[in-house]
């Protein structure tokens, strides 16, 4: 069964700090692994997203992520948080256009 | 820039009271799609649909849960009756039809359902 995996239900990062927030991924085949945001009573924002290529991904608001076949990973990270990063963030994953997501991980950011 | 709306945002009802979402994924998207997100959860799939053709309801519970995108463009998700569990935030997501694999989904803001 596929699955995706976020072993930290909250981050904390002091503002300036860099950020990591990681996911592990069971996926058959191929994966096509995204990161999406939410805030408080909102939908998912897409940050960005893997299916090919090169392995460090860019995405929106300065976020990037390493996808890592060895480690079945895809960490995402910014080199400076902002309070503004506070969030829930959900990694979710497929070797289709079904996406099974992970719990979430909270990220708190102090000032 | 277009968004998926949703509505309602909000829905009280009583236990065995039908309640029924709609959803207007944006212009041109051929996929839709409706989640289920419980509180401190991801969001997990309930339906998919491909223009109006459902090709995945496998994790919907057909007992209850009724959906349908009629014409290929919006959708309504229904509950009839609705149970105590099924207090959640209902998402509602679409994406285009340029790559059938692969792309992102673009989400509404959801209706947090409340069952009392």
């Known amino acids: 069964a596929q699955s995706v995996a976020q072993p930290e239900d909250q981050v904390n990062v002091a503002e300036g700090n860099p950020l990591t927030v990681k996911c592990t991924y069971s996926?058959?085949?191929?994966?096509?692994l995204f990161w999406y945001v939410q805030y408080p009573n909102r939908g998912l924002q897409f940050l960005l997203k893997?299916?090919?290529?090169?392995?460090l991904v860019k995405g929106s608001y300065g976020f990037e992520a390493e996808f890592n076949k060895s480690q079945t990973s895809f960490h995402l990270k910014k080199p400076s948080a902002l309070v503004s990063d506070s969030a829930l963030y959900f990694c979710a994953g497929g070797a289709t256009n079904k996406l099974i997501f992970g719990t979430g991980t909270l990220l708190a950011v102090q000032p | 820039e277009a968004e998926v709306a949703q509505s309602p945002r909000y829905k009280i009802t009583e236990k065995s009271q039908a309640v029924a979402f709609w959803c207007d994924p944006i212009?041109?998207?051929?996929?839709l799609y409706w989640y289920r997100q419980i509180l401190g959860q991801g969001p997990e799939l309930l339906v998919q649909f491909q223009d109006e053709s459902v090709v995945d309801d496998s994790q919907l519970p057909k007992d209850r849960f009724s959906a349908e995108r009629l014409k290929g463009v919006d959708s309504t998700l229904k509950i009839q009756p609705a149970e105590l569990g099924d207090s959640a935030m209902y998402l509602c997501?679409?994406?285009?039809?340029?790559?059938?694999?692969?792309?992102?989904?673009?989400f509404g803001p959801g209706t947090r359902l409340t069952v009392l």
């Open positions: 893997y299916i090919t290529g090169d392995n």
């Open positions: 996926v058959s085949g191929n994966p096509y």
């Open positions: 997501a679409s994406s285009s039809r340029d790559r059938v694999e692969g792309n992102e989904q673009f």
């Open positions: 212009s041109g998207h051929a996929t």
